[in-house]
């Protein structure tokens, strides 16, 4: 009966492209329990090391003392408790938008808002290496899909100019998931405001470490931020915010489009109340402890320090997403083998996740990392390139 599927995962066994589950035995932190033994990761999107901060714990507790653990229903249907509602006007406020919408995950709401604001009749324009949920929303939809090179506002630009659909909407990842570098923000709105498109804006790991206070991408580095009607913002709550789930953030027309028609909101159970209520310390947290990204951006600069000697090249980067270039897949899993054999966690990230010989490790830094954590890194790559 299943003799297919025996035949395809013996083929991805061959070609090394089987991919197995470990076992974390701890809570996520930089340094993790696994199968037993103890390593030094550099794995998590855990930015700002609030995934088991004690106040969130605490938090939690509270909120399944209030609310108690299952929302029951969905959000239509009598699951939207107080602590979701509370927490969506908290996080509109944060992000300077007239509305939030809370969604399950990122995937749930890359997938609700791009279906519901384009169809059959609608063009949308997505660069190339954007996060595969935003893909897989944009097949979804039936929408014409055109995928432009990364970063490349010129193509993008003489796609905006030819296309006449009903609806126009251009996707992309603010910060890249597997390159770390940041989307041309200012440029990409000004774009949709010539050719009246809208913007879908993928800050899953922009929000809390970039922009001032944590506030994210469109919060830029020289104080100013950037508004427009055309942006639809989307952040996830499970990277730097340390919990799970993500919103949309826009116009109220847009939320109240996606409260009547998105699929992915309306057809699933609301989250448990308990973690929006630990959300609300969180975002308290990413707001008042600017000390979080400082130690994660002297992170950043002792891994470039450290590695500047070395015939490794790192991807350029400003954000804790340093990838480190091996080229072929082998050596990328060589490296993170190696790595791995010293008690060091780092993923290889090989095609189709990344173009054809730009195979990496994929190093993520958190605020949790303390100095002595990236010089043991950086040695150990030194030794390994030797
Ligand atoms: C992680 C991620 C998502 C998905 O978010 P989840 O809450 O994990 O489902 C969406 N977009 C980007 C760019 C991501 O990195």
């Known amino acids: 009966?299943?003799?297919?599927?025996?035949?395809?995962?013996?083929?991805?066994?061959?070609?090394?492209?089987?991919?197995?589950?470990?076992?974390?035995?701890?809570?996520?932190?930089?340094?993790?329990?696994?199968?037993?033994?103890?390593?030094?990761?550099?794995?998590?999107?855990?930015?700002?090391?609030?995934?088991?901060?004690?106040?969130?714990?605490?938090?939690?507790?509270?909120?399944?003392?209030?609310?108690?653990?299952?929302?029951?229903?969905?959000?239509?249907?009598?699951?939207?408790?107080?602590?979701?509602?509370?927490?969506?006007?908290?996080?509109?406020?944060?992000?300077?938008?007239?509305?939030?919408?809370?969604?399950?995950?990122?995937?749930?709401?890359?997938?609700?808002?791009?279906?519901?604001?384009?169809?059959?009749?609608?063009?949308?324009?997505?660069?190339?290496?954007?996060?595969?949920?935003?893909?897989?929303?944009?097949?979804?939809?039936?929408?014409?899909?055109?995928?432009?090179?990364?970063?490349?506002?010129?193509?993008?630009?003489?796609?905006?100019?030819?296309?006449?659909?009903?609806?126009?909407?251009v996707i992309t990842d603010a910060v890249f998931s597997m390159e770390g570098d940041i989307a041309p923000i200012r440029q990409l709105v000004a774009l949709c405001e010539k050719y009246h498109a809208l913007l879908l804006l993928d800050d899953a790991h922009g929000f809390g470490v970039l922009g001032q206070q944590g506030r994210g991408s469109l919060f830029l580095p020289d104080g100013n931020t950037v508004h427009s009607p055309h942006i639809v913002y989307m952040a996830t709550l499970g990277k730097a915010a340390g919990v799970f789930g993500a919103f949309v953030a826009a116009q109220m027309e847009v939320i109240e489009t996606l409260i009547q028609t998105?699929?992915?909101?309306?057809?699933?159970?609301?989250?448990?109340?308990?973690?929006?209520?630990?959300?609300?310390?969180?975002?308290?947290r990413i707001e008042q402890d600017e000390w979080r990204r400082e130690a994660l951006m002297r992170n950043i600069q002792q891994l470039q320090q450290g590695l500047q000697s070395s015939p490794w090249k790192l991807l350029p980067s400003g954000t804790p997403i340093q990838p480190l270039l091996a080229g072929q897949s082998d050596e990328a899993v060589r490296i993170s083998q190696a790595l791995r054999e010293r008690g060091i966690l780092v993923p290889a990230i090989r095609p189709p996740t990344v173009p054809q010989g730009t195979a990496r490790l994929r190093i993520s830094l958190s605020a949790a990392h303390q100095p002595q954590d990236i010089m043991r890194l950086t040695q150990a790559l030194h030794e390994l390139a030797l």
């Open 1 to 169: 009966m299943y003799s297919e599927l025996t035949e395809q995962l013996r083929v991805r066994d061959q070609q090394g492209l089987r991919r197995y589950r470990q076992v974390v035995e701890s809570p996520q932190a930089s340094h993790i329990t696994m199968d037993g033994r103890d390593y030094l990761a550099f794995s998590s999107n855990d930015y700002l090391g609030l995934a088991n901060h004690p106040d969130l714990i605490q938090a939690a507790c509270e909120g399944a003392q209030q609310y108690g653990v299952g929302a029951g229903a969905s959000h239509l249907i009598h699951g939207h408790s107080a602590a979701h509602h509370n927490l969506e006007d908290a996080l509109a406020q944060f992000t300077g938008f007239p509305g939030a919408l809370l969604f399950s995950t990122g995937y749930m709401a890359n997938i609700g808002v791009v279906t519901a604001l384009a169809g059959r009749e609608d063009v949308i324009f997505a660069d190339k290496l954007n996060h595969a949920s935003l893909n897989d929303a944009a097949l979804l939809s039936r929408a014409k899909f055109i995928r432009y090179p990364h970063l490349d506002l010129a193509a993008l630009e003489q796609h905006l100019a030819g296309a006449a659909a009903r609806r126009k909407l």
């Open 262 to 284: 998105a699929r992915s909101y309306i057809y699933t159970t609301a989250t448990p109340p308990l973690l929006s209520h630990a959300l609300l310390t969180s975002l308290k």
